[in-house]
């Protein structure tokens, strides 16, 4: 037995209380080793002289190792529990204090692992729509220009040219206003916006005021008229909330331009000296955009603004969740103040923060409901469209990101194959619509929410920002029916099917051929991608 692939962490993504009366427990061992894995359990305060046993099986396996997993209800909050693990007829226990050949229940109280006691307020609670949402990202200035008589003055990009990075083509909210309809017949039912706040950019993530629609995409008329209609079609809202950073042009920001160190609002920010050095940036930034000065998050006059700008949106236009920027670089306190005010308004509000890495800090019930899966779309791209892992690393792969989180985390990731921020996946894939459509069909099958990018449905192409950002093409004739046809009966799947939405689900390879099973006692659906990337479903 490797002794030393063994783990186990109590009150993490290894031990977590699902509901106030459910509890997930998991065990790591080697994938190598044959073993059959025991939970031994019982209450807290009863442990030492009444103990129930419960068979553990294999739910996850990576390159390394196998994880076991059990679901159990229990009658008592408080809930103490070790490990039996029999290899060769030979049996070992494993408790705080490590392996052991004999365990002593009379002194467990020392080194069980336990779960205190389930403190409601401590389980993260599922946001239930994400388990099988389907969103639509929306690069609002490139979707398309429904207001005919706005200044049209600032547009400079025909539609249909290649943008750059100074480009205006004059998409709105009232276009997407009008083709809620188009929208709603693909399959989704939550259109997520990059930003829509006052800006000079064309996408906006510098935001010079946060309580005002930008005049190019419309007003806060339209945007209430969007999320009226789109609700009154089942369909749900998701804003952009640009909070790492703002505008130079901010009024705070010129405040201290102008005052320097006498400015009330120069703690706002994290400037090294009296005044903000435009040219030698002497203040933290986005990135090392001179014109995106970084708010200071651990300022509590800040937190305050911020969490007035998220609440006057949330009450004001009655969205539905919000996608949080740049999400990790600002500090867990005020994430953590984030929610109990966003959450205090509608506990079904999703929060979701873009982060491309593990962010299981994040992600503990007490900040975010999900993440960005960046994961999921690295893994696609390695394996659909660079082809630099097989169908038995793939299996690995995902099944490693969901052991990264607990359950609930996992039911609401927003799963995507690019965005504003990458290249095109049908790029990527070199135009292959097959390795396209089985792509989708795997993130419909992945478990969590399944987001399309704007135009991804008529074969969008595009390269590195400003390219993944062209304008969409109307054309109808100019679209392959066939291809949207099927991309339309995959998302419908998975907003529609109770098994992609509260399944369990089972990833493995065999015969080059990658299976995703999702299923619920007896009931089963199963996807396979085989080594032509050509997908099947059996129901």
Request: no cysteine.
């Given at each position: 037995?490797?002794?030393?692939?063994?783990?186990?962490?109590?009150?993490?993504?290894?031990?977590?209380?699902?509901?106030?009366?459910?509890?997930?427990?998991?065990?790591?061992?080697?994938?190598?080793?044959?073993?059959?894995?025991?939970?031994?359990y019982g209450k807290k305060y009863d442990y030492q002289n009444e103990q129930n046993e419960m068979e553990m099986y294999i739910k996850y396996e990576d390159q390394f190792f196998a994880y076991f997993e059990t679901t159990i209800e229990v009658e008592d909050k408080r809930f103490a529990y070790i490990f039996k693990i029999i290899e060769n007829g030979e049996t070992y226990y494993y408790s705080e204090d490590g392996l052991s050949e004999n365990y002593d229940f009379f002194n467990s109280f020392y080194n069980?692992?336990?779960?205190?006691?389930?403190?409601?307020?401590?389980?993260?609670?599922?946001?239930?729509?994400?388990?099988?949402?389907?969103?639509?990202?929306?690069?609002?200035?490139?979707?398309?220009?429904?207001?005919?008589?706005?200044?049209?003055?600032?547009?400079?990009?025909?539609?249909?040219?290649?943008?750059?990075?100074?480009?205006?083509?004059?998409g709105d909210l009232?276009?997407?206003?009008?083709?809620?309809?188009?929208?709603?017949?693909?399959?989704?039912?939550?259109?997520?916006?990059?930003?829509?706040?006052?800006?000079?950019?064309?996408?906006?993530?510098?935001?010079?005021?946060?309580?005002?629609?930008?005049k190019h995409f419309g007003s806060k008329k339209v945007l209430r008229e969007l999320v009226d209609k789109a609700h009154y079609l089942g369909i749900r809202i998701v804003l952009d909330a640009v909070f790492n950073h703002c505008s130079d042009q901010l009024m705070q920001f010129e405040d201290v331009k102008k005052n320097g160190l006498k400015s009330k609002y120069h703690n706002w920010?994290?400037?090294?000296?009296?005044?903000?050095?435009?040219?030698?940036?002497?203040?933290?930034?986005?990135?090392?955009?001179?014109?995106?000065?970084?708010?200071?998050?651990?300022?509590?006059?800040?937190?305050?603004?911020?969490?007035r700008v998220a609440k006057y949106w949330t009450n004001e236009i009655g969205i539905d969740g919000w996608r949080l920027d740049v999400s990790d670089e600002l500090s867990h306190d005020f994430w953590r103040q984030f929610r109990k005010e966003i959450k205090s308004i509608n506990e079904d509000i999703a929060i979701i923060g873009?982060?491309?890495?593990?962010?299981?800090?994040?992600?503990q019930g007490d900040q975010f409901d999900s993440i960005m899966n960046y994961a999921f779309t690295k893994s696609c791209l390695d394996?659909?469209?660079?082809?630099?892992?097989?169908?038995?690393?793939?299996?690995?792969?995902?099944?490693?990101?969901?052991?990264?989180?607990?359950?609930?985390?996992?039911?609401?990731?927003?799963?995507?194959?690019?965005?504003?921020?990458?290249?095109?996946?049908?790029?990527?894939?070199?135009?292959?619509?097959?390795?396209?459509?089985?792509?989708?069909?795997?993130?419909?099958?992945?478990?969590?929410?399944s987001m399309i990018y704007y135009g991804t449905e008529i074969k969008m192409e595009g390269g590195f920002d400003p390219d993944s950002r062209r304008t969409f093409n109307w054309n109808e004739g100019e679209w392959d029916s066939k291809f949207m046809d099927e991309i339309k009966t995959l998302l419908?799947?998975?907003?529609?099917?109770?098994?992609?939405?509260?399944?369990?689900?089972?990833?493995?390879?065999?015969?080059?051929t990658l299976f995703v099973e999702r299923y619920i006692d007896n009931l089963k659906i199963t996807l396979k991608i085989n080594e032509n990337f050509e997908f099947k479903i059996d129901f």
């Open positions: 037995m490797n002794v030393s692939a063994i783990f186990h962490n109590h009150e993490s993504n290894y031990s977590f209380a699902m509901e106030n009366n459910k509890i997930v427990i998991r065990l790591r061992v080697s994938k190598f080793d044959d073993l059959r894995v025991y939970l031994v069980f692992f336990q779960i205190p006691y389930i403190n409601e307020v401590d389980v993260h609670k599922e946001v239930k729509w994400l388990k099988n949402a389907v969103f639509y990202q929306i690069f609002v200035d490139r979707f398309l220009m429904g207001d005919e008589e706005k200044d049209k003055s600032y547009i400079n990009l025909k539609w249909g040219e290649k943008p750059n990075p100074k480009s205006f083509a004059g009232r276009g997407i206003i009008e083709k809620l309809d188009y929208i709603k017949s693909l399959g989704v039912n939550v259109i997520y916006l990059t930003p829509i706040f006052s800006s000079i950019s064309n996408h906006k993530y510098d935001i010079n005021d946060f309580f005002e629609v930008d920010f994290i400037i090294d000296g009296d005044y903000p050095d435009m040219e030698n940036v002497n203040y933290e930034t986005f990135a090392s955009v001179a014109y995106m000065p970084k708010f200071n998050t651990s300022n509590s006059e800040v937190a305050s603004f911020l969490l873009e982060s491309w890495h593990n962010s299981y800090s994040f992600l394996y659909f469209a660079w082809e630099n892992i097989n169908v038995e690393k793939m299996a690995n792969r995902l099944n490693s990101i969901l052991i990264r989180n607990k359950t609930q985390v996992n039911n609401m990731m927003l799963n995507l194959l690019d965005s504003h921020d990458t290249l095109r996946f049908y790029t990527q894939v070199q135009k292959d619509s097959k390795k396209l459509l089985s792509a989708i069909a795997l993130m419909t099958f992945f478990p969590g929410s419908n799947i998975k907003s529609e099917n109770e098994l992609l939405k509260n399944g369990e689900v089972k990833i493995y390879s065999k015969d080059k």
